[in-house]
Every structure is written in structure tokens, then in C-alpha cells.
């Protein structure tokens, strides 16, 4: 017999449908919808004459005995990042550029690296066959050294060719997990049904459809995740989805959220620590990163609100002083740099709790609200805060 979900009554999720009511009425006014420029899926054809172009460059310098070189954009810089709150953060469209030339030693390698990785791209999309960043790694593991090696000069390339990387033919290993009332198809065409039981399964990167999900919520780490599970959250406020990322989300995550946003319009709230980097995470799933600033239209959801945990929470819930962590320096330098990032200017709320981390010194983890009882988050504190709208 299928198990039927248990979830709250009707009346619980009014202020949650007023919020999706709120949010429906900001894009039908074109107020929080991507204007649609930016990175899009390129067909194999561009992909393939865009590298056909590169190397033809190469070979011409060549024959003008000249030296080779890449030119990339700068993705380390704030000064090539302009902010849009329907947005994020993305690249300015006249960013300054790095040379990766073949005749310095500083650089010869990693322009050869670039040559050798583009050459197995033109052959995964010319075969029309995927591989992972971890595939591409093994291929010559002493001759890249590392696995870092290897993913920031797919980000390059996709920066220079100015196309996502999925549309490289290269993927990545997905580390996020998903539950709830979700299903999915696999790309080998396998059927997924996501439960509301006590288990999860990997982030997919294919979407089916939804089973009337009131919202979705994003959860910074994996041990909350799991405790969730363990509590039966889902199918207490079912019907609903959860996901996470296990702490910096990858890619597949940051795409399954946006595209879960995109298909459904559902509200997304964000539970991280509260602390500066469970901030910066959130911030990375709303408003995107430097790094990947050139394919933000495809990864940003500027419509996530900041569930919890606030540290306003701290104080107004009593959480005993014990259960807090003074800021270390390193958190004091992190929150200092995010109070300092253009999109604080229209989120006045956050700024405010930021300051209020600030001004105590003491930041506090998810865990510390079982101080007050084990099961405190998944039977009092989150679904107070959805029923009464307590996120920013």
C-alpha cells in the first residue's frame, strides 16, 4: 500500500501561499526575472567551431613566429563584477583579462594544460559522449597534479568559450542529496521518485516534475539534513522538498535549485549556521560567486529568503551562552568582507543581523538549538518560522 505523506492542515501554510502570491506578482511584473542574457546552452556545432576558432588563432600567431597565447577573463577580481538584484553577481561585459602565454615560464604550463583539456572537450562533444572533472583528472594525473588544477581551467575554458560547462560535455560527481515530494528522470531514462521517508537521494540533473511542493528548503549541512530525516520533517510539513549541498554547494546543486525555481516559483528558504560561512553559502545560492560570476543566469535564485538560523534566534530564544562559539579572526575577516559586498545595500535585514554577529562576537551552529531540546528544530523551530513567516 503507498504511504500517504502526513502533513499540517490547510491554515498552516497560508502566510507561506501569501509569500508565493507575493513572489508570482514581483515576476509578473518582471520585477525578479532573469532578462535572459548571459551564458545559454550552446549546441555542439558552436562549441566545436568556437574551439576550431581558438586553435585556428594559435596557428596563426605561429605563422607570424609570434607566441601563442589565451586570453581570459579576470575572475578573481571584484572590479569585473557588477551586481543586479534580479540577478546576482555577474561579469561586467568589458572585464579586464589575464594572458596565459606559451612563451613564459610562469605560464607554459598552464597554457599547455588549457591545449590539452580542449582538445579531450572537442572530442567529447564531437562523440557526442560526457565525462566527469574527476574522468578528465585520471586521463594524466601526474601530468595535471591535482583535481584543482583540473576544475579551475574548466571554469576558464568555459569562461573563454562563454558557455556553460555542461554544454563542454563535462559534468560533475554530484555530492548534494534531495528528499521529498519531488520526482525525477535519470539521463539513462530511469524513473526516480523522491519519498518523504528517512532517506535521500543524490542531486539529479534532469527534472521531471513535482508533487504540489509548498517550498523548498535548502539545508547547509549534511548532519542537519540527516537529523531532519531521522525527525520525519518532511512528512510532517509535507507536501515539501529539502536539499543540500553539504556545506559549498556544487554545481549540480546550485543548478537543481535554480531550475527547481524556475519550473515551480516555489518560495526557497535557506537554514545555515549562523555564522559568517554559513552566510556566505546562503549568499551563493541567492546571489552567486566571483568565480562563477560569467554563468550566473543559470545557478542564482535572488528570491531565497533567510530562514534560520538568525542570529537574532540567539538572543531571542535564550540559547544558552555555552552553546555559542566566539568569532575567530578568520570569521571576523569573512563577515567583514560579505558587509562590504554590493548586494547588502538591498538587504537591509541581513546587514542588521550580520551586525548584530558582529557586535557580540559569538556565532552559533544549528546544533545549538538542541540546548533547548533534541528535537527543538524539526518540531518547534522551523515550522514556527514558516507558519508565522519568520525569515528575511
Not at 578573481?76 to 612563451?103: P, Y
Not at 521529498?180 to 540533473?205: F, I, K
Request: charge should be positive.
Amino acid at each position: 500500500m503507498a504511504f500517504a505523506p502526513m502533513g499540517p492542515e490547510a491554515s498552516f501554510f497560508e502566510v507561506l501561499d501569501r509569500h508565493r502570491a507575493s513572489l508570482l506578482a514581483t515576476l509578473s511584473r518582471g520585477g525578479q526575472e532573469p532578462s535572459g542574457q548571459g551564458t545559454r546552452m550552446a549546441s555542439s556545432a558552436e562549441v566545436l567551431a568556437s574551439i576550431e576558432n581558438i586553435i585556428q588563432e594559435i596557428v596563426t600567431s605561429l605563422a607570424r613566429k609570434e607566441a601563442p597565447a589565451f586570453i581570459i577573463d579576470n575572475r578573481s577580481s571584484w572590479e569585473n563584477i557588477k551586481f543586479e538584484d534580479t540577478v546576482g553577481l555577474q561579469m561586467v561585459s568589458h572585464c579586464t583579462t589575464r594572458k596565459i602565454r606559451s612563451d613564459s615560464p610562469k605560464s607554459v604550463q598552464k597554457f599547455a594544460l588549457i591545449l590539452k583539456i580542449l582538445s579531450m572537450i572537442y572530442k567529447l562533444v564531437q562523440s557526442n559522449t560526457y565525462a566527469t572533472k574527476r574522468d578528465i583528472y585520471y586521463t594524466d594525473s601526474q601530468l595535471f597534479g591535482n583535481q584543482t588544477i583540473v576544475d579551475n581551467i574548466i571554469d576558464d575554458i568555459s569562461c573563454m568559450l562563454k558557455v556553460p560547462r555542461r554544454s563542454l560535455h563535462i559534468l560533475s560527481t554530484s555530492k548534494g542529496l534531495i528528499a521529498g515530494n519531488l520526482r525525477y528522470v535519470e539521463e539513462d531514462g530511469t524513473r526516480v521518485s523522491c519519498t518523504c521517508g528517512a532517506s535521500a537521494v543524490a542531486v539529479p540533473s534532469n527534472i521531471e516534475g513535482i508533487r504540489n511542493a509548498k517550498f523548498l528548503l535548502i539545508v547547509e549541512k549534511d548532519a542537519t539534513f540527516q537529523r531532519l530525516l531521522d525527525d520525519n520533517f518532511c512528512n510532517q510539513m509535507s507536501p515539501c522538498i529539502m536539499v543540500t549541498g553539504k556545506g559549498v554547494p556544487d554545481l549540480n546543486t546550485r543548478l537543481l535549485v535554480k531550475k527547481l525555481w524556475d519550473l515551480f516559483h516555489i518560495p526557497v528558504f535557506t537554514l545555515v549556521d549562523a555564522d559568517p560561512y554559513g552566510i556566505e553559502i546562503m549568499c551563493i545560492y541567492k546571489y552567486g560567486s566571483m568565480s562563477m560570476s560569467f554563468e550566473a543566469h543559470n545557478l542564482t535564485v535572488p528570491a531565497i529568503r533567510w530562514l534560520g538560523l538568525l542570529p537574532s534566534d540567539i538572543k531571542r530564544l535564550n540559547i544558552p551562552k555555552d552553546s555559542l562559539i566566539p568569532l575567530t579572526k578568520r570569521d571576523q575577516k569573512k563577515l567583514d568582507s560579505i558587509l562590504k559586498r554590493p548586494y547588502l545595500t538591498c538587504q537591509p535585514f541581513w546587514r542588521k543581523e550580520m551586525e548584530m554577529m558582529a557586535d557580540s562576537k559569538m556565532k552559533a551552529e544549528i546544533q545549538a538549538l538542541t540546548s533547548l531540546s533534541s528535537d527543538y528544530l524539526s518540531r518547534v523551530y522551523l515550522p514556527n518560522k514558516l507558519k508565522f513567516g519568520g525569515w528575511i
